[in-house]
């Protein structure tokens, strides 16, 4: 789902990537704050993947505003995701600011859980049900069910009961084995 | 207390499904359980509601029907490798057996692109054999070179298309079946088994320190022949793992296939490829010493395609270019 890059803008292979890496860690280290080298890492190489992922869709015209607002964005989503794992492995603990770190007792709780779950989804419809994986497309692109029944020449009930019988599925899958992101099945 | 214990479980059952409930991954029972519960507790509904908040707001695209590996993992991938478990370990080694992006981002940050079979952690259901991506979607087309251990004398070189990562491993037991034997860990394990294959436990490749990713192409053009030019040299550092190449293509459509080939003066054996006329320009060609540092010394790439079906001239053309990589501090005391 690229877009033409506009006039100007640099390509992947125009970038300085291992300055860019540099630039990058600056940016993290400024926005996190604390001096966490190990995970000052991690979140730069996790910038360098979505600079990388902006690149390639779009082209980038002022790379290092560009890179400035990803640096930013992945600290903040640090922090965000941490409050969102402790909702799912601690649920029941304090809720303040700066929860415990979820990781210290569960080593899986890396990442957006939201980003991880939806991806889950769409990969596994996309290989086993296409019907599923558009109705899921759908959702995450945050298309009504009435529009989508619409724009399908359906009921609306009939999208709904489609829909059930695709998480049904994938809960039936994801039982059948362990896992922190599907612990919902 | 009864009740108590009732309503704190009724928090933790809540709190622990926001998730799946923002994937519209609760069923109508469940849906009207937590709607309940969300009109009933403060708590709990301040917290979904500034989760929500965060989702919409935080600027990411939607989810198309190439959505890919989140970036969160593949950045934690050391410990990704080992933590996922169940149908996301399975979805994500899919993926990887047919997204060349993905592929491309990991070794990208320094780890083999793929992800062992490690029996504890593996969902039961069933999984799907994916077929690798076809070239055409290839990102880059990457060019391993695997320097010996003990000689570093380049006789062991990989060289292939990243389409399929696997590929390269099969395309050099093809070629040249008595090149490689079983990798050992440490010497840049590049040539691994197909993610598409029955899994076999692989061991985790040695990470190199620190992060690579592909530098500026260095950009070549193609000798006049008996031209005594200035070759192109590009300074590299210590740490240097991977360069771009752009060459001219040849007279050839875009999608015509081209043998392309490189070899160090030095000393080598030169292993061939097949690209796409295109790809030549298209910053797409990367050399890479499979996870180790480039060496230095005079590089020849030769191009070598056609002729085309319409061509006046009933010959292939060729293009041959050359250029030295050297190492910081040896540039003569600039």
């Known amino acids: 789902m690229s877009t033409p890059a506009p006039p100007g803008a640099k390509q992947e292979a125009d970038v300085h ?8 860690k600056r940016v993290v280290r400024k926005h996190f704050g604390r001096p966490d080298e190990t995970q000052i890492d991690e979140l730069t190489q996790e910038a360098l993947v979505l600079l990388l992922r902006a690149v ?31 909702r799912i492995v601690q649920p029941m603990a304090d809720d303040g600011p700066e929860p415990s770190d979820p990781s210290a007792g569960t080593p899986e709780t890396f990442g957006d859980p939201d980003q991880r779950t939806r991806f889950v989804v769409l990969e ?57 992101m599907l612990e919902w099945a | ?35 309940e519960h969300l009109a009933t507790c403060d708590s709990c509904r301040r917290q979904w509601e ?38 996301e370990r399975t979805m994500v080694r899919e993926h990887l057996a047919r997204c060349s992006e993905c592929r491309q981002e990991l070794e990208l940050l320094g780890h083999a692109p793929e992800l062992a079979v490690v029996p504890a952690l593996e969902w039961m259901g069933q999984a799907r054999e994916v077929p690798a991506a076809p070239p055409t979607e290839s990102p880059h087309k990457i060019i391993v070179l695997k320097p010996e251990a003990r000689r570093r004398d380049w006789t062991r070189w990989a060289f292939g298309s990243w ?6 491993a099969a395309l050099l037991l093809v070629m040249n079946p008595g090149l490689i034997g079983p990798g050992r860990q440490g010497e840049g394990p590049v040539v691994t088994p197909s993610p598409t294959q029955t899994p ?104 070598r395609g056609g002729p085309a079906p319409d061509a006046i001239l009933p010959e292939p053309q060729t293009a041959e270019y050359r250029f030295v990589l050297k190492a910081a501090g040896t540039e003569g005391g600039r």
């Open chain 2, 50 to 87: 500034e989760d929500a908040a965060v989702v919409e707001g935080d600027g990411s695209p939607a989810p198309g029907p190439d959505a890919h590996i989140p970036a969160g993992v593949l950045a934690a991938w050391p410990r990704a490798a080992k933590e996922l478990r169940g149908i």
């Open chain 2, 1 to 35: 207390m009864a009740t108590g214990a009732r309503q704190d479980d009724t928090h933790r059952w809540a709190l622990a499904r926001f998730t799946a409930r923002r994937a519209g991954l609760l069923d109508d029972d469940e849906e009207r359980r937590m709607a």
């Open chain 2, 163 to 168: 389409a399929a990562l696997a590929s390269a």
């Open chain 1, 124 to 180: 596994y419809f996309q290989a086993r049900s296409p019907k599923c994986h558009e109705l899921a497309l759908a959702f995450f692109g945050e298309e009504d069910w009435r529009r989508v029944a619409t724009r399908l020449g359906q009921a609306y009930s009939a999208i709904r009961q489609q829909w059930s019988r695709c998480v049904k599925t994938l809960r039936e899958a994801a039982r059948s084995g362990t896992g922190l």
């Open chain 2, 200 to 303: 076999t436990p692989v061991l985790p490749a040695p990470a190199p320190p620190g992060l690579t990713v592909v530098d500026r192409p260095l950009r070549l053009q193609a000798a006049l022949r008996g031209e005594a030019a200035k070759l192109p040299e590009r300074t590299i550092s210590p740490g240097t793992r991977l360069l771009a190449i752009v060459v001219e293509p040849l007279d050839l459509p875009d999608r015509f296939p081209v043998q392309v080939t490189i070899r160090r003066e030095e000393g080598g054996t030169p292993l061939e490829a097949t690209v796409a006329n295109a790809d030549l320009a298209s910053g797409r060609l990367v050399l890479s010493a499979g996870g180790l540092p480039l060496e230095p010394g005079t590089y020849v790439v030769q191009a």
């Open chain 1, 17 to 24: 990537w291992d300055e860019a890496r540099a630039f990058l």
């Open chain 1, 56 to 86: 390639r869709r779009e082209g980038a015209r002022n790379l290092e505003g560009l890179m400035t607002v990803i640096g930013r964005r992945v600290v903040i989503d640090y922090i965000r995701n941490r409050q969102r794992w402790a």
